[in-house]
């Protein structure tokens, strides 16, 4: 009998461009969504499009994070449960969206993203990161039902958040490889379509990097893009497998070991320069890599990133205990293995 069976989540309306903040009551107007809307946000996004984003409801509530953690979680809720609220909007960056989207996926609530960040792919994705022990990687959690990302308010925030998103999808390369060979060796489900989509954004971003530069508000909109198409292949695969491999590993490893030193997007690009060059070796693509990311101007080596030599080898070294997530990094690389490769490729 055949079994296979297929859930796609994806969000309806994405509306990305400039001003289009001011639509986001007409872009929720089309979803059905019932009772008051709760405001998610953060200090620095709520002074700069709280008002705008309050001011399209007649009666909303809102609350302000200040870090991505259970004990936020848990006060959006309650937040939520006192002031009756029907669904919630995240506003700001992976911060605050990511604990809206877990809170809303533990209320059973809609959930609205509205990226002040073009920081990273999680602002689409039906993936929520919060911290709890040592872990640091996402889970599942249901996607936004919309995603409004106002290209001009994007392009105003620090241009470091703009090339770490650029970052988290140049990795995409590496997390598609990662994902490649799990299938090959560990007979991992592995979508085509999910793979290839992943991919093409990764080189659609790469090929467009001379229009990507600070103040150019295309820049926050061909990223922006970027970011939802990476979103839709991990809601296609059903995990963040299309747009996280070993590069990812490695980064929350660094999370663990030096937490808040560098951004998210930046650590997962320097590591790919790295796992680029255990996939395909010295004359491999590493150095393409390498290329993207500083055309983006994002960092391409452990000392940008502010972190130390044996810091990132510790990370490289002890990442494939992160989570059951086979990639290149096997059962483990040697120190001699880790120090050759960032060494090679410059990283260290
Ligand atoms: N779901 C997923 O797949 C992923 C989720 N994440 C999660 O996302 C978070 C990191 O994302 P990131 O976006 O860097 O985090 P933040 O939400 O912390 O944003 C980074 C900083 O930028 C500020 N900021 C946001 N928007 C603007 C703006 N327009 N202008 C000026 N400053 C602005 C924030 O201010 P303020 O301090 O006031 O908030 C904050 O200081 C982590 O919690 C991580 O776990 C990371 C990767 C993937
Ligand atoms: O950051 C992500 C994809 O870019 C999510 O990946 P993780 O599941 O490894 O947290
Ligand atoms: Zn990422």
């Not at 922006?224 to 839709?232: E, M, P, Q, R, T």
């Not at 992160?322 to 880790?338: E, F, K, N, Q």
Request: net charge negative.
């Amino acid at each position: 009998m055949f079994e296979k069976t297929t859930w796609i989540k994806l969000p309806r309306n994405v509306l990305v461009g400039h001003g289009v903040l001011d639509d986001l009551s007409a872009a929720l107007a089309e979803l059905y969504l019932s009772g008051r809307p709760l405001v998610v946000t953060s200090p620095t996004p709520n002074e700069l499009a709280g008002d705008r984003v309050r001011a399209q409801f007649d009666d909303s509530a809102t609350v302000t994070v200040d870090q991505a953690s259970f004990d936020a979680v848990e006060r959006v809720i309650d937040v939520a449960e006192a002031e009756d609220a029907g669904y919630l909007v995240g506003l700001g960056g992976g911060k605050p969206i990511d604990t809206a989207k877990m809170a809303s996926d533990r209320l059973g609530c809609g959930f609205v993203s509205v990226p002040t960040a073009a920081s990273h792919d999680g602002i689409v994705s039906g993936r929520s990161s919060i911290p709890e022990g040592d872990t640091r990687h996402s889970v599942a959690a249901d996607p936004p039902l919309a995603v409004v990302a106002d290209t001009e308010i994007l392009a105003e925030a620090p241009w470091d958040l703009t090339t770490a998103g650029c970052a988290d999808i140049i990795s995409n390369y590496t997390a598609v490889k990662d994902w490649q060979l799990a299938h090959r060796l560990k007979n991992v489900e592995y979508s085509e379509y999910a793979g290839a989509l992943s991919q093409m954004t990764a080189e659609m971003l790469v090929e467009s990097s001379d229009a990507i530069k600070p103040e150019f508000e295309e820049s926050a909109w061909l990223v922006a893009k970027a970011l939802v198409s990476s979103g839709v292949a991990m809601s296609i695969a059903g995990s963040s497998r299309p747009a996280s491999g070993a590069e990812h590993l490695i980064s929350h490893q660094l999370d663990r070991l030096v937490p808040g030193r560098a951004l998210h997007g930046h650590q997962v690009g320097v590591a790919a320069v790295v796992t680029e060059y255990l996939h395909s070796g010295e004359r491999g693509e590493w150095a393409d890599i390498r290329d993207a990311l500083k055309d983006v101007g994002a960092p391409t080596t452990a000392a940008e990133l502010g972190i130390d030599d044996e810091t990132f080898l510790e990370a490289v070294t002890t990442a494939h205990t992160i989570r059951d997530r086979y990639t290149i990094l096997g059962d483990g690389v040697s120190d001699a293995a880790a120090r050759e490769a960032a060494a090679f490729t410059g990283v260290i």
